[in-house]
């Protein structure tokens, strides 16, 4: 999760700082999608913590993740389970 937050803290850093060298139009329309995409930032962090914080039990757990990652799960379960 860290690994992630700081990929996408990079990437979004990365894009405010191309946005300064553009012009007006393509500047526009990339002050839209980085707020886009901070948005999408600021709800998985939550998600995540939500079906962590309330469950001990594994089997709580993999429930909320089966719901939030839909038709991946089975693609992340096995790459969780590859360690």
């Given amino acids: 999760m860290h690994l992630w937050a700081a990929w996408v803290t990079g990437a979004v850093k990365a894009l405010t700082t191309a946005v300064g060298n553009v012009d007006e139009a393509t500047k526009a329309q990339l002050q839209k ?23 001990d039990d594994p089997e709580e757990i993999a429930l909320r993740l089966r719901a939030m990652l839909g038709d991946k799960a089975t693609a992340v379960g096995q ?3 590859r360690g």
Avoid: C, H, K, W
């Avoid at 999608?33 to 079906?51: K, M």
């Fill in 79 to 81: 790459i969780l389970a």
């Fill in 33 to 55: 999608d980085l707020s886009s995409l901070q948005g999408s930032i600021d709800t998985v962090p939550e998600e995540v913590v939500q079906a962590f914080a309330a469950a």
